[in-house]
């Protein structure tokens, strides 16, 4: 038996006025950190991050009412975090009147500065080399690396075709093992 509290308990306790708040409570301690390294992972950077995942959780919150279980309740969190992460990376380079690879070097900039990602070399190589993918690579290629998600969970999360995400990994590893390749 899991120590975890499932889904169907969490949503449960949401339905009844009197346990929302605990069943809140519960979302957040088991999904939080799933969701802030997938946002982190995408806009690299720890404040935008974490004021992401405020805005996820709020959305989370707002819409939770109307979750249908027709997809499992992290999935549909993960497309929240996932519209949430392109948005604010779309908004920065319209904003700034910027490419996308204006917006993938600066992003490269706030790596070489993070803590986060400062001990080991060949991790910080592995975040460049990823930043150098357009978005949809890199949303593929962290979910299947990072979050060891099952193509099909993907599918649904980014509402794209299994073999579409196979193909869109491929060609993120390929880019990747180019870049590291030339890096050296």
Given at each position: ?184
């Amino acid at each position: 038996m899991s120590t975890q509290v499932e889904d169907e308990e969490i949503l449960s306790k949401f339905r009844e006025e009197k346990t929302r708040n605990e069943a809140f409570n519960l979302l957040l301690k088991k999904y939080q950190q799933k969701i802030y390294w997938h946002v982190r992972r995408m806009v690299i950077d720890h404040d935008d991050a974490d004021d992401l995942v405020q805005d996820v959780f709020i959305k989370v919150w707002k819409n939770l009412s109307g979750f249908r279980n027709d997809a499992q309740l992290y999935t549909w969190m993960y497309r929240i975090a996932t519209n949430e992460c392109i948005t604010f990376l779309n908004k920065k380079k319209q904003k700034n009147n910027i490419s996308l690879d204006d917006v993938n070097h600066e992003l490269a900039n706030t790596l070489e500065g993070s803590s986060y990602f400062n001990g080991e070399q060949a991790q910080k190589k592995l975040q460049q080399a990823i930043l150098t993918l357009p978005d949809k690579q890199r949303l593929v290629f962290n979910m299947k690396y990072f979050d060891d998600m099952k193509y099909e969970e993907m599918s649904d999360v980014l509402g794209t075709s299994v073999g579409a995400l196979k193909a869109s990994f491929h060609l993120a590893v390929k880019k990747i093992e180019s870049f590291l390749l030339s890096t050296d």
